[in-house]
């Protein structure tokens, strides 16, 4: 949403600047970009962050030397996986990689069934197919959690969840007629889902299916402890967000997808809904979006478009913390899987020397403990709220509800007698931790600098070219690291986040450019593009050309006005606040 001051200005006000000044590591001098004028040393450290991050952005959504083509389903394949799709019982971790694919695809399918989808966002299927495989690509396959799998989940969830209000058709509309559907709106005139344009439904799947790309499988407040490169930029505030969407607006405009986002009005309004949306993912903003989502549910009346925008951040919301929502069985996988990944985190965070930030626990009580704090702070009652606003969602937060009774009832086994022979699946440890060294096939502004190779290099990792597979756990929940044999293995020119070795000089030239050059251009785009205005903080502003740049061959010129749109085509929608009386709640970030 865009204040008052910012309508004034007809601009945003893009990344926090105090968040960039914190990345210049000006030691708390109190120098915001105003104050950059006297701090070469802060301008050259600004110049290679922008510069470092439209390098690797572009590099990892490179779609050259990738063999992409439209996706052909068999037809036996296509009618077993609708099934599928139409269900709650879904696990997508048990699919081969490329019938992931293939649900993802006929979600979409499904979605521009509904009337005028096609019309009005112009995209073609076969190009949501190509953006599709290229989006699997920049997911790291090395995540036992925030992994394709994990997208496809969220975009199911998502898929259901507007199935059970009524506004989009279920996946078996494509076994019926090729016409048109139309929601059906009798007695239910009045209820919200029915104001979501066919705009907001395809930037939700959008979200929904890239909310997570480039997941590097370490969490914000690591990257925040590791003062990695990313974190400092963003101020430690939604960072991994922030960087999912900007891979996501860069991988669209890849494929055909890059019209609508330029589209006048209607390009601005999509972009900036798409950003909220995926910035809403971050739980560190979670409570006040549930304080201003309550309101919504008390009737407070909002403008309709921030209503709207509430309405897809709840579901998506929903969808990425669905698993406690899920039968058991399905349940259980997943909340395997995220501690398998918490375990790793923490054994990097050993191997680096950082402070903890996930909390494990070894024993099987402890585990079923955090699983019911999580369920009775977070999922159930976002899915209870959810519920009052979209009374079809109820049946998944009694699901919720059940779940939380099965977990009570697992914590009194544990801790009342048991016989010797009395064990059950969560008695077994946690699958082992991803060697250090798998982390470098990560984005590489999410790591470090130290274990990056750069000048001090005592903790930097040793490097090897990553495994290009997702891991699957057994029905223990034990890791088993066996990869499909028709599995491609990643590489720079097909999207992934392969690192040079640290004594490669890439981090420290920009494409062949010395980055003294590089940061001197950028200090004099600085000085023409930053302008003082009135703000909450009283800070400066960066000013940026939005629209599309050509290519052009002197990259140090060609990075400029990129790399400032990278920053600030980041920035997104997250409720921070709510104002007196029936205004709006404040929000930053916005994204024109």
């Known amino acids: 949403m865009l204040d008052n001051e910012e309508y004034a200005h007809g601009r945003r006000r893009s990344v926090d600047v105090g968040g960039l000044a914190l990345a210049l590591g000006n030691q708390a001098l109190g120098h915001g970009w105003g104050g950059w004028e006297e701090v070469q040393q802060g301008e050259t450290r600004y110049a290679e962050l922008l510069s470092q ?17 439209p996706i052909q389903i068999p037809p036996e394949t296509r009618l077993r996986l609708i099934g599928a799709l139409d269900g709650w019982h879904f696990e997508p971790h048990k699919l081969p990689e490329e019938e992931v694919l293939y649900c993802a695809y006929i979600l979409f399918e499904s979605l521009f069934r509904r009337a005028g989808m096609h019309y009005e966002t112009g995209v073609a299927l076969v190009d949501i197919s190509i953006f599709l495989q290229h989006l699997r690509l920049l997911y790291c396959g090395q995540n036992s959690y925030h992994n394709f799998q994990h997208a496809l989940d969220v975009l199911q969830a998502c898929h259901a969840f507007l199935c059970a209000a009524g506004v989009i058709p279920p996946a078996d509309v494509l076994c019926g007629d090729e016409g048109p559907w139309e929601p059906d709106r009798r007695g239910r005139t009045d209820r919200l889902a029915f104001e979501l344009s066919n705009m907001d439904l395809f930037a939700l799947f959008i979200a929904a299916i890239g909310h997570d790309v480039g997941h590097p499988g370490l969490t914000n407040l690591f990257m925040k402890n590791a003062n990695a490169p990313l974190s400092t930029v963003f101020d430690g505030k939604s960072a991994l967000e922030h960087m999912h969407y900007t891979i996501l607006i860069h991988a669209m405009r890849q494929h055909g997808l890059g019209a609508l986002l330029d589209k006048p009005k209607v390009g601005q309004s999509f972009r900036k809904s798409l950003a909220g949306i995926v910035l809403a993912t971050d739980m560190g903003v979670h409570f006040e979006f549930m304080k201003n989502f309550a309101l919504l549910a008390d009737g407070r009346d909002f403008p309709l478009d921030y209503k709207r925008l509430l309405f897809c951040q709840a579901i998506i919301k929903c969808a990425d913390i669905s698993n406690p929502s899920r039968p058991p069985g399905v349940s259980h996988y997943w909340a395997n899987a995220l501690m398998a990944e918490w375990t790793s985190q923490a054994s990097l965070e050993k191997h680096l020397h950082l402070p903890p930030s996930v909390q494990l626990s070894s024993n099987p009580l402890g585990q079923v ?3 019911i704090f999580f369920i009775d702070t977070f999922a159930k009652p976002l899915m209870d709220i959810t519920a009052r606003v979209i009374p079809e969602m109820q049946r998944f937060a009694d699901q919720c509800t059940t779940n939380l009774i099965s977990w ?68 223990e929940g034990q890791r088993v690291d066996t990869s499909p044999p028709d599995s491609p293995a990643p590489s720079v020119s097909s999207g992934s986040f392969v690192l040079a070795s640290p004594s ?34 009283n800070r400066y502003s960066w000013t940026s050309d939005l629209s599309p740049v050509a290519s052009s061959p002197n990259l140090v010129v060609a990075a400029i006005p990129k790399a400032t749109v990278l920053v600030a085509d980041t920035v997104g929608t997250v409720l921070v606040g709510s104002k007196a009386g029936n205004e709006t709640p404040t929000a930053v970030g916005t994204v024109q």
Do not use: C
């Open 504 to 537: 490669s000089s890439s981090f420290r030239t920009i494409s062949g450019v010395n980055k003294n050059d590089a940061a001197t251009a950028m200090r004099a785009a600085y000085q023409v593009g930053v302008r003082k205005k009135r703000s909450f903080y």
């Open 408 to 475: 009570q009832k697992e914590r009194a086994r544990l801790t009342g007698p048991r016989d010797q022979d009395d064990v059950s699946p969560s008695d077994f440890p946690p699958p082992s931790p991803r060697p250090p060294q798998d982390f470098l096939a990560s984005f590489p502004l999410t790591l470090p600098t130290f274990a990056l190779g750069y000048p001090d290099n005592s903790h930097a990792l040793p490097w090897q070219p990553p495994s290009p597979f997702h891991p699957s756990f057994d029905s």
């Open 369 to 371: 403990q955090g699983q």
């Open 53 to 69: 991050m439209y390098t690797q952005t572009q590099t990892t959504v490179d779609p050259r030397n990738m063999n992409l083509s």
